[in-house]
């Protein structure tokens, strides 16, 4: 894929993006400068109002400053976990958001491409789809231990429990590169209903602009 497919000529790169999480998602910062402290707000807020458990909040965060760290290293640049409450319980579940440069000529595979490629390596389901934000393909996953998922995003909670995975990978306007959402769940239960939810994450995917959004 040139820079420019599937953009205006002379289109200027979208300067950011923008999608809506439901109530209860949590951002946590992988950057080296500001995991710690992304990381011990959310123990501190996971372990509100519990005074007696300080082995299960150090394990805690050290699980989770490990995954940031993973999720850091393979490419990531955002990484949300859910603490959205169903009565006494929270859903687990995440998203990683990694961005895919290009090769060093400036090209990459095409929507057909990747879904021929990712169909003849087994990679679960796969389809290309359109998003407002443009075309996608789509990798819907189950994995566990007799299911393997090898390409997993580095960072996904839960990587070697049985989950459901759902991958969108688009590219970025006039840019050549590609935006990769990474969504993770362990619930196989409720599997359907879940990925509901992260389509709809997916397909609320807007670029920004210096002025604003753009489709």
Do not use: C
Request: proline share 10%; hydrophobic share 40%; aromatic share 6%.
């Amino acid at each position: 894929m040139t820079p420019n497919e599937g953009s205006a000529p002379g289109a200027a790169p979208p300067a950011d993006y923008r999608l809506l999480l439901p109530d209860g998602w949590f951002r946590v910062r992988i950057d080296p400068d500001g995991r710690e402290r992304s990381v011990d707000a959310l123990v501190d807020r996971q372990f509100e109002g519990v005074d007696n458990a300080p082995h299960l909040k150090r394990q805690a965060r050290e699980s989770l400053l490990a995954q940031a760290v993973a999720a850091y290293r393979g490419g990531g640049i955002e990484l949300y976990l859910s603490l959205q409450q169903a009565g006494p319980l929270t859903i687990p579940a995440s998203l990683l958001i990694t961005l895919v440069p290009p090769f060093p000529d400036g090209s990459l595979p095409t929507a057909t491409d990747l879904t021929t490629r990712l169909s003849a390596d087994g990679e679960g389901e796969v389809s290309v789809v359109e998003l407002p934000a443009g075309t996608a393909v789509r990798v819907r996953r189950a994995s566990g231990p007799d299911r393997p998922a090898p390409t997993r995003a580095p960072g996904s909670p839960d990587e070697a429990l049985a989950s459901i995975t759902l991958d969108y990978q688009l590219p970025v306007p006039a840019t050549g590169a590609h935006l990769l959402l990474t969504f993770s769940t362990p619930l196989i239960q409720i599997g359907d209903a879940m990925v509901e939810l992260f389509d709809a994450v997916a397909g609320s995917l807007t670029w920004l602009d210096g002025a604003g959004a753009h489709e």
